[in-house]
């Protein structure tokens, strides 16, 4: 899939034809629902909640932006003793209809992003991840087994977890490097034969924390199969 246009400069710099900005955020989200249908969850799922959120920002910026301009009355209701007053944009802007752009596309944006949601939670569910061997204290060092059952192997990798404060919050980090992969067979080598091999090949880590998954899903590794297993290993490194 191409890269993706939707981008904030689709909705803020709203020129030209609204209308064609309209079936252009339409026709990309088909795009993304159509990768959904075959089970690619990233990097589009992710990338459409950052949109989502960026513009749920922007509507809020909008309202309190609309609320310094100044007013001018545009109705006065003598029976009720009320006057209704408009926001008087300042020439060349277009706020109005970036809001109104934003507005309409918001639904559309969360509808698809549900189609994503539910696809990951089936997969999240449908992943499951046990510790190998005896866990060490130090557990942000590691490894961490995936199988990729539609190329028929155990692909095998490498973790190391960072952890960044700040002021107001903390953020992790996993970095992950994918090591070799190992062929499925009639003869399943154990997670535990398989830690003691990278033990002695690696020689770095004498003690590793070590993670094996499992599942019967056969959806595409790379989008979909490993970053769930990369959300679940973050899990269960800080249980």
Known sequence: MKESRLTLNLFTKVQDDYEKRQYIILAELKKISEEFQYYKVYPHLSRLVELRN?????????????????KRVSKIDWVNRTIEHEVVFVDGTDLSAVEKLINWSLPQIERVIHEGVAIYEYVEQELTVEH???????????????????????KLFRFELSIFKSSEDEYRSLKTRFLKALKQGVVQLSPGSIKLDLIREEKELPNPATYAFDTSLDFPFDQTILPVAKRKLMLAISD
């Open 132 to 154: 190998v061997g005896i866990l060490p204290n130090y557990r942000d060092e590691g490894y961490f087994f995936v199988p990729d059952n539609r190329h028929k192997k155990l």
């Open 54 to 70: 960026t513009l749920q920002d922007v509507i809020a910026r909008l309202s309190d932006l609309r609320s310094k301009f100044p």
